[in-house]
């Protein structure tokens, strides 16, 4: 096969690659982008993302000039409160949710380039529109956002990656499909110098100046799954693309590259129990069970187990997967009351759902398997221990409960109003944390501290940003800001190499 040779090389086609394939493109003219999946399967986890980013802001008036471009006055007419982001509430949310494990230097990184990321991707005609009602509340007609991510692509995570495969078009970048890399290239001063991939003409070589490793993390590698994130969890659903095994990952250890971060946690949410094992990218989101925080959370012994109330959704969504993961059978069930059902978001009404009703919580337990005794004395329990207040989904209202362990710290509300609705859910995996330690250049560190020459990572498969849990729209963000920082650097490496 006739030998080829490309400035750039960037494996994997998801949002971080092909920011990081744009990027680079800006600094040289020969760039490729190797995507193992077919056509059909393209853009990994990216695809389908509900497209949300969290980035720093001053409020609506500030980003209608470079960001909400197509907001009309109608739209702003009907919007009464949408939240300035600062640095600061950005960076303290992450430390929060991280238990303050969260590498600082990648934070700030990610922090303080995600507003110009943002208008930079709207310059590759991504468009941008606010989140109604996913991330607002409509009281008296008018639109209250919250939460710290406001804004998302059009068309959602497909929209976002179909108008980046199309800007990269334009730019005379090929996306090459069904072809793997399987291996890092390295010439005799151990500078990476290409990758052997797998296509459907066979193995192959291609030499690049310098390569982007973006495929992604490891959760749809079930051994890798059970290896390092422990038992159980090769048993998981996997939400998104079967694609992410763990490839970029592995093949920069192998030349010895760093590993970083938090290796035995991840990104996982309470999904529909019936949902496909692996993600299916034409319901994408409806298994998705996100209003746990307005009633509770019990397992097939009719116990809690959670803190359901403990803060707002988008800073604990991302780990009561691993919460469910350790009850019997991976199975819990949430359990709402008629005043609350009528609040639960849109996933609750759709066809494919695994839901149960009944006039009493004896009848619900015995549709669900459970002991009927044991589920009416957690919710007698749970019911006397709510305090009096004023319920507010809007904020961290403090009607908790006093003297139930675990409490339930806010939006405590008693299951008293019958019908009531149970929705059995279990753990859907989204993405690893654990993966390769970058500089502030996005060049991919070894073992001793130093930069392979030439490796460059961004997305899913760079580790040491998130620890424990993760705030909402933080993960296409970190790829867009991380990958078109390793494309410069890439690009601009390509230039110094002779
Ligand atoms: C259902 C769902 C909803 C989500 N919603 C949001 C949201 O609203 N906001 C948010 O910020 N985040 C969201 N996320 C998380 C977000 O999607 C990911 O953090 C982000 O898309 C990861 O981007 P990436 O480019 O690193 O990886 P991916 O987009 O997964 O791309 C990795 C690519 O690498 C390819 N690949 C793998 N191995 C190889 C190989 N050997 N050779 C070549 N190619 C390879 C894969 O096929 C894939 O195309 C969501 C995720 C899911 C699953």
């Known amino acids: 096969m006739e030998k080829q040779e490309y400035d750039v090389v960037v494996v994997g086609a998801g949002n971080a690659a092909l920011c990081a394939a ?14 193992k ?39 702003v007419d009907s919007i009464e409160i949408f939240p300035a982001y600062s640095s600061d509430k950005y960076y303290s ?26 208008r930079w991707l709207g310059g590759y005609t991504i468009r941008w529109l606010p989140m109604f009602n996913r991330l607002s509340i409509v009281v008296n007609g008018k639109h209250r956002f919250h939460g710290g991510v406001t804004v998302f692509a059009s068309g959602g995570g497909a929209g976002l990656v179909t108008s980046l495969v199309a800007a990269a078009g334009r730019k005379g970048i090929e996306v090459r499909y069904d072809t793997a890399a399987r291996r890092l290239i390295q010439n005799r001063s151990g500078a990476v110098a290409g990758v052997e991939v797998r296509g459907p003409e066979g193995i192959y070589e291609i030499a690049a100046r310098s390569v982007v490793l973006a495929s992604g993390g490891f959760e749809a590698n ?44 991840c990104h996982a949410v309470p999904w529909d129990v019936s949902a496909p094992v692996l993600g299916d990218r034409t319901i994408i989101g409806d298994y998705q069970k996100y209003s746990y ?22 800073f604990t969504y991302a780990k009561f997967g691993r919460e469910i993961i350790n009850q019997p059978n991976r199975t819990a ?16 009404r759709v066809r494919h759902v695994t839901k149960v009703e009944s006039d009493t919580v004896e009848g619900l337990a015995e549709k669900l398997g459970i002991e009927p005794g044991a589920l009416v004395r957690t919710v007698n329990e749970f019911n006397s221990a709510c305090q009096p207040g004023t319920f507010n989904q809007e904020i961290l209202d403090g009607k908790r409960t006093i003297g139930i362990d675990p409490p339930k710290s806010n939006w405590a509300v008693p299951l008293d109003t019958p019908p009531y609705a149970a929705f059995v859910t279990t753990c859907g995996i989204t993405f690893t944390y654990g993966g390769l330690r970058i500089n502030s250049q996005g060049a991919v560190q070894d073992t001793s501290g130093r930069s392979i020459p030439g490796l460059y990572a961004a997305g899913e498969l760079v580790g ?35």
Not at 22 to 35: D, I, P
Not at 223 to 236: I, K, M, Q, T
Request: hydrophobic letters at 35%; glycine letters at 12%.
């Open 37 to 75: 999946a077919g056509m059909s399967e393209r853009c990994g986890n990216s695809y389908f993302a509900d497209g949300g980013f969290r980035f720093v802001h001053q409020g609506l008036e500030d980003i209608r000039r470079d960001v909400l471009l197509d907001l009309s006055q109608a739209e």
């Open 22 to 35: 744009l990027s680079a493109r800006e600094q040289v003219k020969r760039v490729l982008v190797l995507e």
């Open 464 to 498: 040491g940003l998130f620890y424990n849990s993760y705030p909402g729209g933080t993960g296409l963000m970190a790829g867009a800001v991380f990958g078109r920082l390793a494309g410069a650097s890439a690009g601009k490496s390509a230039q110094s190499v002779a």
């Open 333 to 348: 069930i949430q359990i709402f009351d008629r005043k609350i059902t009528p609040l639960l978001r849109d996933e609750y």
């Open 293 to 314: 925080h307005l009633g509770i959370m019990v397992n097939l012994q009719g116990r809690r187990f959670a803190d359901e109330g403990e803060s707002y959704r988008l």
């Open 93 to 118: 949310d992450l430390m929060t949710v991280t238990d303050h494990q969260s590498n600082e230097e990648l934070a700030r990184l990610l922090i303080d380039n995600s507003r110009d990321t943002v």
């Open 222 to 265: 079930a051994e890798w799954r059970a290896r390092y994130l422990g038992r159980g969890w090769d048993l998981c659903h996997v939400r998104g693309t079967r694609h992410n095994t763990g490839d970029g990952i592995r093949m920069a250890l192998d030349i010895g590259a760093e590993p970083h971060g938090n290796w035995s946690s």
